[in-house]
């Protein structure tokens, strides 16, 4: 019989894994398999009634974080990222893409997830690769000396027919 009253407070504006959120969030947008259009996806992702289960691991993520920032602590450090991937499945179990601080305190510059260079401004991984390579090598007898010649370019077959050219950056 009481009349009912509605007290609106102050959404949520904050969550945990904020660069997963995101890059899950990109991953269901782009990905037809949930609508024929972006604006389509966009209306079931948020309005759909979905129940979602990803793959990232909560206390991996919390390792994650603390391993980052274990080596970044002070404040005029820089970003770092990091991505844990289980090997045996390819599942993402956790991402840091930068500081959380710094996400949600800048919209625009904040938010570039360094873990996966979104909109073309992260870091690329390259040069972090050399250490696995070079002891792979050395445990299969090849020495830090043998040189291997590579073509300046690769053209990787992607879906739908289209072509990636893989270059090296500095264009040799």
Known sequence: REPIVLRRGEPAQRYRFPYFVD?????????????????????LLFTGGLRITTT??????????SAVSSVLAYPGDPDGAMTVIDPRTGFVRAM?????????????????????????????????FKPYALVTALENGIAPSTIFPAPATIDIPLEGGNVWHVTNAEGS
Do not use: H
């Open 23 to 43: 890059y899950f969030k990109e991953w269901f947008l782009a990905n037809p398999a949930f609508g024929p259009t972006r604006q389509d996806r966009y209306k």
């Open 56 to 65: 990232l691991d909560p206390g991996t993520q919390d390792i994650a974080e």
């Open 96 to 128: 840091v893409g930068g500081k959380d601080a710094d996400y949600w305190k800048d919209a625009d510059a904040g938010r570039v997830n360094l873990a996966t260079g979104k909109g073309g401004l992260g870091r690329q991984t390259g040069s972090a």
